[in-house]
């Protein structure tokens, strides 16, 4: 027999056994999301907080207008007085890839009116497993774009990989592809 659960999320199939996506809910109401804290050390933040900023990032960027690096850095320092984003993983952000990809076809997709665009959109879904189960699927997409074409899903990927191992790590989120 086998055993699927009744409801997980895109993290949990493509990250099952990662060991720096361990969900700690103790405390939940009582907690600052990880991205606010100031780092008390002078190391470099953690990935998965420098991913979650770049996340952050690019959500609150104007799209109706062109985005540069101007406006990217712009957005950055309201995102950091408006106390949202910690200064220290802040400086940890790479801002030319994200003006280059608003300079690449996808991210031409997202500036001005032409198409709607949907960021960080939540979603949920039953699959059937089988003829009587079904396993509900949830996450969030990090950008949908409602093109007079069809529908075009952006997910973006901070991870450092080295050039050899491309093919490995875009194996790791096929399943999250295929959702």
Known sequence: MHLVPAKTS???????NDEFVRFNFSNTLGRV???LKEQQTKNTPESRQ????VHLLISSIDPSRKVDLHVIE????ELIAQNQLSETIAQHINIETIANFFDSELGKLVIGNKNNVLREWPF???EKVTSNDFSIVQGIVDMLIHTPDGLVIID????????KQVSERAELYRGQLEL
Do not use: N, Y
Request: no cysteine; glycine share 4%; proline share 3%.
């Open 156 to 163: 973006f990927k901070t991870d450092k990989v080295a050039e």
């Open 74 to 77: 712009q957005t950055r320092l």
């Open 33 to 35: 999301p990880a991205i």
């Open 10 to 16: 895109v993290t949990e199939l493509t990250h099952r």
């Open 50 to 53: 420098i991913g979650t900023a």
């Open 124 to 126: 949920t879904f039953a």
